[in-house]
Structure formats: structure tokens, C-alpha cells
């Protein structure tokens, strides 16, 4: 069993709205005692059939064959494990609507130097390992798209999506904006922005 | 109007600049990301079904399919809270959590955000509605008021019929059925895109047949003249950008049938409907922006049998305008802004010469913010102006006149609500809404009507009646058990209407003026529904529901003839039950449907100038079952057997003649490139 971030932010709601003592940390520490496991493991094809779907919802949406670039940092195992993971899910190329996607692996210090159209960051990588900038030699900024929300949370990432247990879209503002992405209103207004 | 709506267009156009490059809705994208249905319904932004503040409920194309009904009321009668009163072959009258009644008219519905509801006697004659079930892709359910964004009338709830849009969806279908009562119905649905930015819809159907032959009161003998339904709608959609979309839209309909009337005795109605919209979408930096232009036209031509025995005609044209605007104005606030105008005329009848009309002028808003990942406030807020009038000529010795119409009013309505996602499988609904429901136009002065008999004056509609105001309070709860896979839904509900209108009961003997409709007093309601449906081992679906709800009218006495013909508390059953079962296996698909309602009473009226006095009748309680059983034959061509009412061979659910069982066989095909 394990409780998502809606139960533990509903919990923590009722910790400051009905029982004012109990502060976040502990409301957190009470979870994580009592439900909580390890954050999720890998990418499912799920989240990546949604990452997908998501993509057709940016300006200017990517069509055709899209090179993927899944970025990992060579020195952590977990995240050189979903990285080469997320690969054999896309195999030659996955098509999702009117996309294919083609994986491409970029370690983490080599983002710059690789031309791909898209970079979805594993996760497990440390703020040292996140490159700081997602541009490369023919553009300057990327969208990116990950299913670690922290990543988008700290502005590493613009997009991150959650497929279980429901379909979950979290978007960057300040980082989309200064990647130079921008979404429909429709899709604004029934994700949730950070 | 062609020329108002170039001219919206061209307005739309010019007050959108600095266009973002994004799209508009796409309810196909939208439901694959987020693997359930989006609707706008409920707030006026697109939402997830999991996340409205309102108590929805969303009949997918596939619930449509499985039904096996052959119309719309055919399919909302397995719904949990709708109250479906088949009172002949072909009409029905729709409701939500009761206050059902001969043209009902509490039930705002719409086709694509258009009304097709009919102003002029206040109800919805489901059989004109252009819209043919295959070109459904949802029919919307909210239940409770919400006139703080859909405006006057949609006080018991909202139907939103959401049709395929030929820009994303791929359908070509037709189908063919014939069955007892001389049934033979056909249609066709087509989408095709003629170059990649324009998508086409056509839809188009025809039915006939006859009535039910089960016994009629003496007065209304005559009344059934057959039954007939053509129908056809022809939108288009332009793709100018990405960003930008166009849309028009026409409909005609010509159908006509027997069904119970207000007065509670049987009318033959033919009804011509058409109507024209016209619509541009931008989403531009500021969000996104929306115009919208219609007119609706309706003609009913009315033979009242018996000792009346006269032909009534009526025409009512309604010219709606409507701009919003949705914003994301902050990460965690929406901003819907809206306003409206609208024009609704009525000429009088069956003395020509006159005409009633109402201008609305509106302003709404709608605030979403979500507080917390897991609660979401929401307020909507609306006022409506309106002017009633009266232009033309009244009859000699008319006691009234066109200066009693100038009157003008404002009406606020709200809706708030609180969505509290409680936990993975848990979510709580706090609800309140404000809804106003206009007096009909015939109720308002459309209806002239010289008395043939002593003591002679008039039966007439009146300018001074008060809108109802409807109120309600709502708690629900669904919980998913995935242990079982399914849904449970919990609401309780508690409603207050206040100043409702009787159709007829008021007098003004001095002035000549007879069979008035009048304001008679309140009405509160509370209520329980409880369903749960779910699936087992992906072959079986199934479906259980309650309704238990109570009302209390306070009605004021005054009706010179003894009865108001308007009774909730005793014409409302306290039980309701729904219930289904569906299996699908291979090529085979089957269905079943039953509902059981307590013991209710109906009104018998009385024809105008008819003897005696509108009394109410016992309609005993009974359990109805649907079936449908289809076989596909291959990828594209299925047969399906169909039957209504199958549990007996003729049953009284209402005061009008009773029903009889149906069974019909369809042939239905896809053709094109859809599949």
C-alpha cells in the first residue's frame, strides 16, 4: 500500500486547517511512518502514453518521428537503470498518436551536444547530476519532460506527468516560459501548474 | 441572421489579437490524456468528469449504443435522478430528482452549448431536437440548478448534448430499424474532411409510425393522427490556425406526434424547428476567447381534440449572442468571464396580431481556485436582466394592454461548490446553487384565447407572473472499490422552489379573463440517490441505483375550476430503482434494463370548455425492463433486437394512455474509413 501526494497533501490540509499544532513535517513524518514506501521505480509505458498525449497540447506540437533524448547521469546506477529501461519501451520507435518515438540516451553532461527534439529526464538524479540548461546546438531550449515532479518542482524539468493512480500533468510556468514553451488555455486550466 | 452572423465572426476576429499559437478544445485529445471524459458543463472551462463541481453524470457514446434506445429520453430513463414520463409513443417528458409534469420544464437542454429547449411553453419536445444517437459522442447530466452559467431555466439540472466534431473524430455510420407500432427508422451520421483545416458533420434520420393503440380517454379520441420525425444538421468547422476556429452550424426538423399537454389531456403536435449558430474560438495570450451567435425558430401547429377541437399555431423565435473568456489568471486561479444577450418572441396565439417578447442582457463569472492539490473552490456568479414587452394589436374587449407588459426585473443566480479529493478513492462535493426559471411566454401573454362559451372573456396568459427561484443543497461522495471494480456515488440533497407557476387555476372575473396562470406558492424537496456500477472480469457491466426523495408543496388554494393541475409532492414516486446488466462476449452484446417506482398519483385533465374537474389518478407502482441483444457480423455491420417496456404488454406509468411494449431490429453499419 502506498499514499499518494493527494493523500498526503490532504492530510497535510487537515493537519493546518483542523489541528493548527501539528505542523507539515510531522503530519509528513506521521505518513511516512504509517503508509508511506519508496517513491515509484520506473517509467511505465503508461506515463509515457501520457507524456505523449500531453505533447500535442504545446504550441507548435511536435508530429512525425521525435528523437527522445532520455537523460541520465552515467554515475547513478538507479538512473542509468531507468534511462537504458525506457529505452526498450520505445524501442525502434513508439508510436502514440501521431508521434514515433525514437530514444536517443544522453548522459547527463552531454546534453548540449545532441540533437534530439524532446529530453525526458529519469529520475533519481541529484541536483548536481541535472544539467542546468536543456538547449542545444540547433536550439536553445528544449521542452523536457520527466515523471519526477521534484525535477519540474525545482524548474529542471517543464513538464511532468503521473499516470497511477490517476492521470496527473504538472507544468513549470516560470520554466516554460523561459524555455520559450508555451500550452493551450484548455490544457492550462486542467493541469496543475507549480 | 446570415449577415449578424458574419458580422460576429468578423468582430471575433478583430478583438483577437496577439493569438498564442495553441488550440482550441479537443475533447477526443483531451479524454485519451486523461482517460476519462472532460466536459464544460459544469464550470464553463473544460474539467475532468472526476473533478466538476457538480453532481454529472456523463452518458458515453458506448452507454448510448448499449441502451438500445431508439431516442434520447429513451436513453436518460436508465439514468440515476432522471425522471423519463413516456406519456405516448413518441414523446416523453424529462426531469431530474422529480418535479416531472406534461412539458416540463425545469430541464435546461442543450446541443452543443445550444439550447433547444422551447421557450414559448417552457419545455423540451425531444422528438424536434436535430441530433440523431450516433452523432452523439456524450449527452452531459448535471443535476441541481446551474443559471449562474447557462442562465433562466436550468434549475432541476442541464442536458448538454456534445455531437462528434468532424475536425477529430472519424464517424460514418447508418442504421436502419423497423418494429412493432409500424416502426421504421433510419439514419445516418457522417464526418469527412474535405482538405486538413474544414471537417464536415451531416446527420440526418427519419421515423414513423403509430401510436399506441391502448385506450384513450373520450375527449382526446382523434388525437392520434401518426407519428412522424424527419430530421437533419449540417455543421462545419474551419481550422484557420492553430489557434483559431470557425464554426457553423444549421438544423431543420419536422416532427409531429400525440403526447400529453399541459392541461394534461392528449394534443397532436406538429413541430418545424430550424436554427442557425455560428461560433469563432481564438486562444490567444490573454486565454482562451469565445463568440457565439444563434437563432432558434420554432412552429407547432396543436390539434386539441375533442370538444375543443380547434388547431392552436404558435411561433417562437429565440437570437442568442454569447461571449467568454477563460483565463488561467494565476497557477491556481481560472477565470471564466461571460456575457450574453438574448431576444425571444413569441406572436400570440390563437388570436394573431400581437407579440411577446423578453430581452435578457447577462454578465456571469466563474472562479475556480484550487486551494490545495486536493480541494477546489469554485464560484459562479450571474445576474440576468430582463425586459418583457408587447408590440402589435389585442383583440376587441381584451381587458389588457401592451403597456401592462413593460416590466423589467434582475435575477441573480450562483453556484458554489467545493471538490475535496480526499484521498485515491475518495471525493467529497460540497454544493449550493441559485437558479431562476422564467414564466413561459405563452404563460406570459402568448395565449389569447376567446372563450366559445359562457360566460365568454378570454383564457389568456399574464405579464405580472414572478419567476421561480430554485435553490439547492447537496453533499455527495464517490469512492472507487477497486476491490470490486466499481463506483459508488452517495448524494444527499435538500431544494427549495419558490413562486412556481401553475399553467392555469387563476381568474379575474371582472376583467373577463379565465383559466390564468398564476404563481401559487413553494415547494421544498429532499432527497437520497445511491448508485454503484462497475464491470466484472471485462465481460460483465453492471449498474444499481436508488432515488428516495420527498416533497412538500405549500400551494395556495384559488383555482376556479379545483385543481392547478400542478401537484409534485403526490405525481413524484418516493422510490425509484435502476438497475442493468450487460455482458459481451465474441460478436455478442447484450443489455438489460429495469426500473421499478414506487406507487405515484398522475393529473387527468380536462379539455377546454370540457365538463368536470382535472383529478388525480393512481399509477400504480410497477417495474419497466429494456433489452438489447446485438450480434457484430463482422467489423463493421451489427444486428441488433431492441425492446421497451418488454415486462408487459401495455402498462400504466402515467396518466396518459398506457404504454405499450416495443421491439424493433436494427441494422446498423460503418462505412468510410471510420471503424
Known sequence: MYVTPSVFNALAQIARLVRPKIRLWQAALACLLVFCVPARAEVTAADVQVAARALSFVSNPLKGPVRVGIVYAAGNPKSVQQAQSLRSMLGNGLRVGNLELRPVLVKSTDVAGTDVDLFFLTEFMTVEETPRRLGNRTRQSILCVTTDIAQVRRGACVMGVRSRPKVEVFVNQASATANDVSFSTVFRVMITEL | MTRTIRSALFIATLTFPGLAEAQSIDYAALEQLFGEPVTNSATGSPQRESQVPATMIIITAEDIRRSGARDIPGVLQHVVGVSVLQTSNDYADVSVRGYNQAFAPRLLVLVDGRQVYADYYGFTPWSSVAVELGSIRQIEVVKGPNSALFGFNAVAGVINIITYDPNNDDVDTVSLSAGTQGLV???????????????????????????????????????????????????????????????????????????????????????????????????????????????????????????????????????????????????????????????????????????????????????????????????????????????????????????????????????????????????????????????????????????????????????????????????????????????????????????????????????????????????????????????????????????????????????????????????????????????????????????????????????????????????????????????????????????????????????????????????????????
Open chain 2, 185 to 675: 427508422q433510419g439514419s445516418i451520421v457522417s464526418t469527412w474532411k474535405p482538405s486538413d483545416s474544414i471537417g464536415i458533420l451531416l446527420s440526418a434520420g427519419h421515423r414513423e409510425g403509430d401510436d399506441f393503440s391502448s385506450p384513450l380517454q373520450p375527449a382526446d379520441a382523434g388525437v392520434r393522427r401518426g407519428n412522424e420525425r424527419n430530421a437533419v444538421n449540417l455543421g462545419i468547422e474551419w481550422e484557420a490556425s492553430d489557434h483559431l476556429q470557425y464554426a457553423v452550424e444549421a438544423t431543420y426538423s419536422d416532427a409531429r406526434q400525440a403526447e400529453l399537454a399541459p392541461l394534461y389531456t392528449m394534443v397532436y403536435n406538429d413541430y418545424e424547428t430550424n436554427s442557425i449558430k455560428g461560433s469563432a474560438i481564438a486562444d490567444t495570450q490573454i486565454g482562451l476567447l469565445q463568440a457565439t451567435v444563434y437563432s432558434n425558430q420554432i412552429t407547432s401547429r396543436s390539434f386539441l381534440p375533442g370538444v375543443s377541437g380547434i388547431w392552436l399555431t404558435a411561433r417562437n423565435r429565440v437570437s442568442v449572442a454569447q461571449l467568454q473568456s477563460i483565463s488561467k489568471i494565476a497557477k491556481q486561479h481560472t477565470l471564466r468571464l461571460s456575457a450574453e444577450y438574448r431576444h425571444n418572441t413569441m406572436a400570440t396565439t390563437p388570436v394573431p396580431g400581437g407579440d411577446v417578447f423578453y430581452d435578457v442582457a447577462a454578465f456571469g463569472s466563474t472562479w475556480e481556485w484550487q486551494l490545495d492539490p486536493s480541494i477546489t473552490l469554485t464560484t459562479a456568479v450571474r445576474l440576468d436582466h430582463w425586459s418583457l414587452g408587447r408590440t402589435g394589436s389585442v383583440p376587441p374587449g381584451y381587458p389588457l394592454t401592451n403597456e401592462d407588459w413593460d416590466r423589467s426585473q434582475t435575477e441573480p443566480s450562483f453556484n458554489v461548490g467545493v471538490v475535496w479529493q480526499a484521498s485515491e478513492v475518495d471525493t467529497l462535493r460540497f454544493l449550493a446553487g441559485r437558479g431562476v426559471q422564467l414564466p413561459n411566454l405563452v404563460n406570459l401573454g402568448g395565449l389569447v384565447l376567446p372563450l366559445p362559451f359562457p360566460p365568454g372573456g378570454f383564457a389568456s396568459g399574464v405579464p405580472d407572473l414572478d419567476p421561480t427561484i430554485v435553490e439547492n443543497y447537496e453533499i455527495s461522495w464517490d469512492r472507487a472499490l477497486s476491490s470490486i471494480d466499481a463506483q459508488l456515488r452517495v448524494s444527499a440533497f435538500n431544494g427549495r422552489s419558490r413562486d412556481i407557476v401553475a399553467v392555469t387555476g387563476g381568474a379575474r372575473p371582472s376583467e373577463g379573463l379565465f383559466g390564468l396562470p398564476m404563481n401559487i406558492g413553494n415547494s421544498t424537496t429532499a432527497g437520497l440517490e445511491i448508485s454503484l456500477h462497475g464491470t466484472l472480469r471485462d465481460e460483465w457491466r453492471w449498474g444499481m441505483s436508488y432515488r428516495g426523495q420527498e416533497i412538500d408543496d405549500d400551494f395556495a388554494a384559488g383555482s376556479s375550476v379545483g385543481v392547478t393541475l400542478t401537484d409534485f409532492e403526490n405525481t413524484t414516486p418516493r422510490h425509484v430503482l435502476k438497475a442493468n446488466v450487460g455482458w459481451t462476449r465474441d460478436r455478442w452484446e447484450a443489455d438489460a434494463y429495469v426500473r421499478y417506482l414506487s406507487r405515484f398519483e398522475g393529473v387527468l385533465g380536462v379539455a377546454i370548455g370540457g365538463a368536470g374537474t382535472a383529478q388525480l389518478v393512481p399509477i400504480p407502482s410497477h417495474a419497466a425492463m429494456d433489452v438489447r441483444v446485438a450480434y457484430a457480423v463482422n467489423d463493421r455491420i451489427a444486428i441488433e433486437l431492441s425492446g421497451r417496456n418488454i415486462a408487459s404488454s401495455m402498462q400504466r406509468q402515467t396518466s396518459a394512455p398506457d404504454v405499450e411494449r416495443a421491439v424493433f431490429a436494427t441494422f446498423a453499419m460503418t462505412f468510410g474509413s471510420a471503424k
